[in-house]
């Protein structure tokens, strides 16, 4: 069975930072590009960050470039968010997810959430 | 960086109804786009990858078309169950990814 589950989330002040994990399992994750994908409360979802396989390739949303870093560890099938810089409009409730690359595999962990307040 | 615009941002229906959500795309994908439909407190599901492949599991009533620039998703009947976010996603160039901004169905 497929797994992606998020730690991480919680309360954090304007300006400081915060570490989200993800631990995959049930799939061979390190054949896949992973990402972040992000649902801000009433707002539709936003694509956050990607990296790919071997790591030679990583992305970010306009949004978060330069406070956000992506990471992933194949040995310990696990996926990294770094977020540092965190302003209000970063709340959100932050998912995991092995999305689909052009074919049925599509897996989604049930989110961390990020709430970015003083 | 390539932009998805769908419409209608919401749309009201009722069971039985026939529904169509379109999605353009700034640029050509081919047929890179997928269809998610989100529902409150769950994860989003996937309908349809690569245009127009239905997700296993996933109702026939569901259906994708388009290439290029323009897509759209189809509900050939309207189901209680139905009535959700719907999200277009083009994966044109991984891992750099791109939602619409959504179409929420609700009941009329």
């Known amino acids: 069975e497929v797994q992606l589950v998020e730690s991480g989330g919680g309360l954090v002040q304007p300006g400081r930072s915060l570490r989200l994990s993800c631990a995959a399992s049930?799939?061979?994750?390190?054949?896949?590009?992973m990402h972040w994908v992000r649902q801000a409360p009433g707002k539709g979802l936003e694509w956050v960050s990607g990296i790919s396989w071997d790591i030679t390739i990583i992305d970010y949303a306009d949004s978060v470039k330069g406070r956000f870093t992506i990471s992933r560890d194949n040995a310990k099938n696990s996926l990294y968010l770094q977020m540092n810089s965190l302003r209000p409009d970063d709340t959100a409730l932050y998912y995991c997810?092995?999305?689909?690359?052009?074919?049925?595999?599509?897996?989604w962990g049930q989110g961390t959430l990020v709430t970015v307040s003083s | 960086d390539i932009q998805m615009t769908q419409s209608p941002s919401s749309l009201s229906a009722s069971v039985g109804d026939r529904v169509t959500i379109t999605c353009r795309a700034s640029q050509s994908i081919r047929s890179y786009l997928n269809w998610y439909q989100h529902k409150p407190g769950k994860a989003p599901k996937l309908l349809i990858f690569?245009?127009?492949s239905l997700q296993s599991g996933v109702p026939s009533r569901f259906s994708g078309s388009g290439s290029g620039t323009d897509f759209t998703l189809t509900i050939s009947s309207l189901q209680p169950e139905d009535f959700a976010t719907y999200y277009c996603?083009?994966?044109?160039?991984?891992?750099?990814?791109?939602f619409g901004q959504g179409t929420r169905l609700e009941i009329k």
């Open positions: 996603q083009q994966s044109y160039r991984p891992p750099s990814i791109t």
């Open positions: 049930g799939f061979t994750f390190d054949g896949y590009a």
């Open positions: 690569a245009a127009s």
């Open positions: 997810a092995k999305l689909t690359d052009g074919g049925p595999e599509d897996y």
